[in-house]
């Protein structure tokens, strides 16, 4: 009996390894691209029934995160199809999630991700699909959109991806601290010296100047900093040295963003503070200001209960740079992944829902005061606006020069030595000039 | 029947084959091939290496001028001495305390044990909410009484003046019950009659303790602190969660080889080979140490 039972359960053991080596072979097995070829007819309209995963960045304070969610519903309702959602908040974190999700097989079907140089490496390895082979089954794919403007892949200039609403960055200030501080609010005529005076004195009146954590999210006041010694024409391009214009450019940003540090203008805690921590400095108003992107009007106007006491304004600005030149673009959009497009069960529910995601209606909905590429242009419904909405709106309407954060120009890896390594720039114990060598070494490897 | 079936040795490669291709597959294939990688040029995890990096060991001559690599060392090493003097010192202490007691011992047990069973980043959320700079549990009781000013909102950045001591505290406090359990599990095999006839000879406790206890649990503890060391150089989610990207320089071999996974493959593979060779190297020393006890004590 109790051979029987040793072997009986030897072979239990034998077998639910090939069972494992069995089920996983029948949920990677990827079908051929002959089911899509077949699928020739096939409209975007699927079915239903159909469950996809889905990633994008509409989470947490981001203004989208609740039209996000509605839009995910309206689609469910009208479909029968479900989505399975791993939004998060963008931050270096989720972009090492998403790489790894990619390296282990675990992509989502449909991912909304940065179309610059973040994705090269899916697209290099062949992971997402191209809108022109999605074109050939669903013609109509982004068609209301602007090819030009969809954000073609720096590795190989093929438009993998079809954005939604562009961004800009501005800087956000709390009125009611300014006032208590007895500074006015700075407006596109604050040159950087006059904004350092401002600083000052919101520091000697007990307040903390500038909400920001330089451990987790320097990104802002980087792209600021170093635009302050460059121009809308020549910030989106990445030096070929630390030695020439641009190379000292960054150094000099980097410099300016250590002298912020030593007057004691950020958060005390700023080299270990996480990003929520900063923000809640400004939003409990014991902070003044705060740069971030469009996408945060929402996330103040959800955690303050006054928000007449928030604007927006321009980042002062020095050289050659005037205030009204921002920093914006379209950095972001739906890609469909080699995972998600060649499961015959899903095709269609994924093309479906990159074509609702991105349709006029939504886009409008999104956009809020951001730039589209769509043909028809966005038509935000301004009536349910906020004070802070219709001074972003102002704000977007303002900018006398536009540049994409030449951050996107650098992938993860490149950009440690600066965003993951600030505190030792600030510290002093590693030279600015040496960072931005250090990043050129790594981007150019 | 029963000596029948001990003596078939024919069932035997049915539990063990399974077993071996498991432990193959997880965990000796991934480790040689580990070891090749941190020799190979990888651009992207999860793709093979192509060629051979240039010089070959040009990975183990960066990590010898890496500052951060050295500071993970350092810190390591300060990690090792904390857990066998906090996780395993402790838990003796707590083990030796616990078996002297009639009433109440299953309680400590559970206590002691209980931060096992709480995952890592659970942990670490909770900690950093303790250590939080602004309405941080340790900074509101130190405002609380006294300690620091609260008319001017006085507080202290624990994550960046006392970075190490705030890393180490949950990390030591999150094992000692495991240690604690391995150890009691050791009490309970010393015989009493030793004890008894120690007590008949008029021996005081600190005098059984220090001759028959400790003695008779070197064993245990040499277990604990091989498993100290070895945990302690690869120590990861509960730093990782509390100090990304090893701010306030407290980087440790595991979180800085994890930093590197995704940038720098095959970098991460050579600090990972150098964290095994320092585990076994280290373990070696541990046993080696504790075998020379044994002898010193029977001579």
Known sequence: ?445 | MTARIYKNKKAVPFFLIPAFLFMFVYLYYPFVQNIINSFMHIKYIGTSGGELNTPVLKNYITMIQDPKMLIALKNTGIMIIATIIGQVGLALLFALLVSNIKKGSGFFRTVFFFPIVISATALGLLFNLIFLYDKGMINQILQFVGYLDISTNELIDWKAEHAMFTMMTPVIWQYVGFYFVILLTGLAGIPQELYEAAFIDGGTKWQTVKYITLPLLKNSIATCVVLAVTGALKVFDLPWTMFVNGMSDTWLTGTYMYSKVYSDADYASAIAVVIVVLGVVLSVVVNRIFRQDADYDAS
């Open chain 1, 1 to 445: 009996m109790k051979k029987a039972t040793a072997l009986l359960l030897s072979g239990m053991m034998a077998l639910s390894m090939v069972g494992c080596g069995a089920s996983d072979t029948a949920t990677t097995e990827e079908p051929t691209t002959d089911t899509a070829a077949e699928a020739e007819d096939t409209t975007s309209a699927p079915e239903g029934g159909v469950t996809i995963q889905v990633t994008t960045t509409y989470a947490g304070e981001d203004t989208n995160a609740q039209n996000y969610k509605d839009a995910v519903a309206a689609w469910e309702a009208e479909t029968g199809n479900k989505v399975e959602d791993s939004s998060a908040t963008s931050d270096e974190t989720f972009k090492s999630r998403i790489v790894t999700d990619f390296e282990a097989g675990s992509e989502p079907d449909v991912l909304f991700y940065f179309n610059g140089v973040d994705s090269n490496q899916f697209v290099e390895q062949g992971k997402v699909v191209s809108v022109d082979e999605i074109r050939e089954t669903y013609p109509d794919y982004a068609s209301n959109m602007k090819d030009d403007l969809l954000g073609a892949s720096p590795a190989d200039g093929v438009n993998y991806s079809v954005p939604v609403n562009g961004y800009w960055e501005g800087m956000f200030v709390n009125k009611e601290v300014c006032e208590a501080a007895g500074v006015e609010v700075p407006t596109a005529d604050t040159t950087w010296e006059e904004f350092m005076d401002i600083c000052a004195t919101i520091k000697d009146a007990g307040y903390t100047p500038i909400a920001c954590s330089l451990q987790e999210v320097p990104h802002y006041w980087f792209e600021y900093a170093i635009y302050n010694h460059q121009d809308a024409k020549t910030h989106n391009t990445l030096p070929t040295s630390a030695d020439d214009e641009i190379g000292q450019a960054w150094a000099a940003g980097l410099n300016d963003i250590k002298g912020l540090y030593e007057d004691g203008f950020l958060p005390e805690n700023t080299l270990t503070a996480t990003d929520a921590e900063t923000f809640q400095l400004f939003t409990e108003d014991k902070a003044a200001f705060l740069i971030d992107g469009s996408w945060k009007v929402g996330g103040i106007e959800s955690a303050v209960d006054d928000i007449e006491n928030f604007t927006v304004t321009h980042v002062p600005g020095m050289g050659n740079r005037k205030s009204t030149d921002e920093i914006g673009g379209l950095s972001m959009g739906y890609f469909i992944t080699r995972k998600g497009y060649d499961d015959a069960d899903k095709q269609a529910a994924c093309v479906s829902f990159v074509e609702y995601m991105t349709s006029d209606e939504v886009v409008s909905k999104f956009a809020g005061t951001s730039v589209t590429a769509l043909k028809n242009g966005a038509k935000p419904d301004t009536s349910s606006f906020t004070a802070l909405g219709n001074a972003a709106l102002e704000y977007a309407g303002s900018f006398t020069g536009i540049s994409p954060a030449v951050q996107d120009n650098l992938n993860e890896a490149a950009r440690a030595p600066i965003f993951g390594d600030m505190a030792s720039i600030v510290k002093g114990s590693v030279d600015a000039a040496d960072a931005v060598a250090e990043v050129l070494s790594i981007a150019n490897e």
